[in-house]
């Protein structure tokens, strides 16, 4: 073999040899893209999924805004209805004052015109004998038994009875 040969046999098999580097190299350099350009994609997906739930997250908060403010609204109607029945229990708590103080005179007038009854001998016979006659004869107008009387009045059962009995017989 000569030397020029032997010369083309060697540039032939550097030059197969960069052919095969090249090979490899550009080999990797698509790989590479490849893995890049799924990593873009990959990035861009993520990406896309992030502006959803961004997204879902501000309509979210939206709504809760709304709900703050309409449970606002509420409260402020739930504070005016008690403060309006506040009001209005102040005022029947005060009439019913009124109406106690009333009641109170009333009962006073009621009492002495009972002590003027009392004085008097004919009344005796309308209202009974004492207070505690008179209290069985209005139990028993009422619908009350004589036990019932009885146990209400702290009487005896027979006097109560006989209170009754000679009250029937009057009328």
């Not at 010369?7 to 893995?35: H, M, P, S, T, W």
């Not at 504070?79 to 506040?86: A, I, P, R, S, T």
């Amino acid at each position: 073999m000569s030397i020029a040969a032997t010369i083309q046999f060697i540039l032939d098999v550097v030059f197969l040899g960069a052919l095969y580097f090249a090979f490899l190299y550009l080999k990797n350099e698509i790989k590479f893209r490849k893995e890049f350009e799924q990593t873009r994609e990959e990035q861009n997906r993520l990406g896309q999924e992030w502006t959803d739930r961004l997204k879902d997250l501000n309509e979210l908060h939206g709504s809760l805004e709304l709900l703050v403010t309409e449970a606002l609204k509420v409260s402020d109607k739930i504070n005016k209805g008690v403060e309006v029945k506040k009001n209005e229990t102040a005022d029947l708590l005060d009439r019913i004052e009124e109406e106690k103080k009333v009641l109170s005179i009333s009962m006073e007038e009621l009492n002495m015109v009972a002590a003027e009854l009392k004085k008097r001998p004919e009344a005796r016979k309308i209202l009974g004998d004492g207070d505690r006659y008179a209290d069985a004869l209005m139990l028993a107008k009422k619908g009350f038994s004589a036990e019932e009387i009885s146990q209400k009045t702290k009487m005896p059962l027979g006097e109560i009875e006989l209170a009754l009995s000679l009250r029937k017989g009057d009328d």
